[in-house]
Nanobody
Framework: QVQLVESGGGLVQAGGSLRLSCAATGSFFTVNDMGWYRQAPGKEREWVAAVTRGGATNYADSVKGRFTISRSNAQNTVYLQMNSLKPDDTAVYYC???????????????WGQGTQVTVSS
């Protein structure tokens, strides 16, 4: 079984910073693309950022210049450094990852359990 274990959420004042982590644990062959989504109360889940295995990154316009996504392939972990946080960034943040269970299997998308980020004004 593969699990994505998230950590790092919490309460922060506007203008502050948080760093989220998400580690893929369990038995698997490799991890390809990894990313972050978020879901605010009463809203649909939205994409935040993504990083390929090779390190190429992409960001939603709403977080560009404030958030930085990175990863450690050795530790199968993806990070989201969030700076200059705004109250609008308040949401549950979910990581995801394309995981290949074995050499012969296809990639399947896995999700973390979510971590709450609350930004007070």
């Amino acid at each position: 079984q593969v699990q994505l274990v998230e950590s790092g959420g919490g309460l922060v004042q506007a203008g502050g910073s948080l760093r989220l982590s998400c580690a893929a644990t369990g038995s698997f062959f490799t991890v390809n693309d990894m990313g972050w989504y978020r879901q605010a109360p009463g809203k649909e889940r939205e994409w935040v950022a993504a990083v390929t295995r090779g390190g190429a990154t992409n960001y939603a316009d709403s977080v560009k210049g404030r958030f930085t996504i990175s990863r450690s392939n050795a530790q199968n972990t993806v990070y989201l450094q969030m700076n200059s946080l705004k109250p609008d960034d308040t949401a549950v943040y979910y990581c995801n990852a394309d995981v290949r269970l074995s050499y012969l299997s296809d990639y399947t998308l896995r999700w973390g359990q979510g971590t709450q980020v609350t930004v007070s004004s």
